[in-house]
């Protein structure tokens, strides 16, 4: 069964064509990612604008490079929510379009839900049960996936999500957006060691809270440079060395990471899963996917390859394929806000 999804949650516009839920026969990004540099973050209605000159070229270049036509798709996959209402509504306008004019059948997909299935493109569907961690820019959980496409939530951030947090603590650092990457990068030189930051993990749970952690990043910057808390945040990047910068880049990932990794490694040992898969934009981060591939680990972790981690298309047609989920292509609205 070919399915042709389409993802337009935020400032990705993305399609692919996904073989019986694993066989990535194309997928194609494109990412506003550049037009919102200038304001730090992402502006909905940039992201919405870009969306609609970016919508159906994606769409024409994934079927080109599966090498198919419409004919041989069987089902367009969409994602409905969450996300920016603007974004959103462009991809799946566009599906719905798509699905009346060439009589395909339409899927709905929860987006955060689709991400773990960037590891089912390149390998067999993964052993159940799985331990799932989802590690984005609006989410962090662990869950406990029985079939696919399932989720039992085990915990989740109680605030920030870890993406979020790096994303803020590149902006105090006077780092380009999107912040992850430039973080990683800029903690690969420091010292992960030289500042002592708070621990994100919640006791007895499997939840987290990241405003702490990032909080204490701010506050270590104000008294490296000198000053105390009222020292506005925009002006601590003038303020700190390279140096100083890429030790609290070190230190603070070093936190990130060691809660991730503390909470995994609980929850595995009390549900024993048959594997655990980590996805996620922030599953992308080359210190994570270092310490994931130890063989310490009690069963095999999973990462996509790291352009499946980061938002994409692919994702959205193998979860559909598993979790078959028919909409009405008439009537399907956006879900914003939309939970599990
Ligand atoms: O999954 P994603 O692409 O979008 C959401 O659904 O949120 O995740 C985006 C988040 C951003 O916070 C971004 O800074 C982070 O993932 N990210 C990374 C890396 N690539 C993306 N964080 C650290 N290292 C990376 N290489
Ligand atoms: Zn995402």
Redesign the pocket.
């Known amino acids: 069964m070919n399915i042709l999804g389409i993802e337009s ?2 400032d ?1 516009t993305a399609a692919a064509v996904v073989a019986d839920g694993t066989r990535l026969l194309s997928s194609v990004v494109a990412s506003s990612g550049n037009l919102h540099q200038a304001y730090g973050g992402v502006v909905p209605e940039i992201a919405a604008r870009s969306h609609l000159e970016s919508i159906l070229p994606v769409i024409e270049q994934a079927l080109k490079k599966a090498r198919l036509g419409w004919p041989d798709i069987d089902a367009i996959a969409v994602t409905q929510g969450p ?1 920016l209402i603007g974004s959103l509504l462009i991809g799946l306008l566009s599906a719905r379009t798509l699905a009346i004019c060439k009589n395909k059948k339409l899927l709905a997909v929860n ?2 839900a689709a ?1 773990p299935f960037g590891a089912y493109l390149s390998s067999e569907p993964p052993a159940l049960p799985c331990l799932v961690m ?6 962090t959980f662990i869950a406990l996936m029985k079939k696919h496409g399932q989720y039992k939530m085990l915990g989740q951030t109680k605030d920030d ?7 803020k603590v ?1 902006k105090l650092l006077g780092l380009p ?9 800029l903690a690969d030189s420091g010292n992960p060691k030289k500042y002592t930051l708070p621990d994100a993990n919640l006791p007895k749970s499997y939840d987290f809270s990241y405003s702490g952690l990032k909080t204490a990043v701010l506050r270590t910057a104000q008294a490296i440079a000198g000053k105390d808390y009222t020292l506005p945040s925009h002006e601590l990047p003038g303020l700190l060395d390279k140096a100083q910068k890429a030790d609290l880049a070190a230190s603070f ?1 070093a936190a990130a990471i060691d809660s991730l990794t503390t909470a995994l490694k609980s929850a595995a040992k009390a549900y024993s899963p048959a594997c655990i898969i980590v ?8 210190e ?1 996917r270092r310490q994931l591939n130890d063989p310490a680990w009690i069963c095999p972790v999973l990462t996509p390859p ?1 352009e499946l ?4 298309a692919a994702m959205i047609a193998s979860y559909a394929y598993f979790a078959r989920k028919e909409a009405d292509p008439y009537s399907l609205l956006p879900k914003p806000s939309l939970s599990w």
Request: glycine share 18%.
């Open positions: 949650s935020c990705e996300g987006h955060v991400h989802v590690v984005s820019g609006g989410h999500a870890v993406g979020e947090a790096f994303d590149a957006y999107p912040g992850g990457p430039a973080v990683s990068h990932r996805a996620g934009g922030v599953a992308a981060e080359s994570l790291p981690c980061t938002d994409n």
